[in-house]
């Protein structure tokens, strides 16, 4: 190609970026209408709640009582996605990893593997649980035999 060839094809493709560039906007935007309607997103609640666990308890602490806790979710997912959904695939775990003992409100988090699947919301967004020290004695036992066991064991 030569030079005032290069210049007209240069000239022709700025006097029409502004029309492609338009034209690609209009079509990504067709193309995700389409696909919303197709399998549009729905929001809703889970029809059972998930069970609450606790995560990253620190080694010197301990759980006074397990947490029985279950937490209602709300959830947006695309139609499709939605249709799949149930309770056991959602993980609800309360982080205890900055926690020290005593007794505290901690927050309630809910995941879900899926990206598609956003939680809106959680009740209760928050669960009291109770963390003790944990202390360790060593004591020396020493066994006294008074007799001799019976015929047999």
């Known amino acids: 190609m030569n030079s005032p060839d290069l210049r007209r ?3 022709r493709l700025a006097a029409n970026a502004g029309s492609a560039a338009l034209a690609l906007i209009l ?6 209408i389409a696909v919303q309607q197709e399998n549009p997103l729905q929001r809703g609640e889970l029809p059972t709640s998930v069970r609450v ?3 990253n308890v620190p080694s010197n602490l301990v759980l006074f009582s397990d947490i029985n806790a279950q937490v209602r979710v709300w959830v947006r997912a695309p139609r499709r996605t939605w249709e799949t959904l149930r309770a056991d695939s959602f ?3 309360v982080d205890l990893s900055n926690a020290g003992p005593g007794i505290q409100d901690v927050p309630v988090q809910v995941v879900h593997p899926d990206p598609d699947v956003v939680i809106l919301d959680k009740q ?3 669960v009291r649980v109770r963390l003790e020290q944990v202390l360790t004695k060593t004591l020396t036992v020493r066994a006294d035999v008074l007799d001799s066991a019976p015929f047999g064991y």
Do not use: D, K
């Open 27 to 32: 079509a990504l935007i067709l193309w995700v």
């Open 53 to 55: 666990s606790a995560a």
């Open 124 to 126: 209760p967004a928050r």
């Open 9 to 11: 094809w240069a000239r």
């Open 91 to 93: 993980t609800a775990f």
